[in-house]
């Protein structure tokens, strides 16, 4: 075993990662991070947008009272309800991911002491 060397755990046990290996995990990480932050300015603009389309079909619910009208808004209903659940899980992945990243910035600190 190396002494500049780090652990990790992973789904089997202990992982060895030298300095090179926690720069490029770190590396993919980030990038991984960039891509989760992407796609969640995404997801919050379709909520914006579809927030919009259950108010409209609401009121047009509202308004004609008809069984059609009030099959399409709980239709943008759900639709909301699933990208509400979906920014949750982004969310949640980035947790993870920052998480992951702070492991890996202590591991890194730990084997150059």
Known sequence: ???SASFLRGPRGPILLDPMDIQRHLSDLAARLDKARGDLRIVEE????????????KTRMLVSETPLADREYRVARDDYDR???QRD???AEIAELHAAQDGLLDR???SKV
């Open 1 to 3: 075993m190396r002494e």
């Open 46 to 57: 379709q909520i914006l947008f579809q927030m919009d389309v259950v108010e409209d079909t």
């Open 83 to 85: 990208m509400l659940r």
């Open 89 to 91: 899980e982004i969310n």
């Open 108 to 110: 890194m600190l730990d």
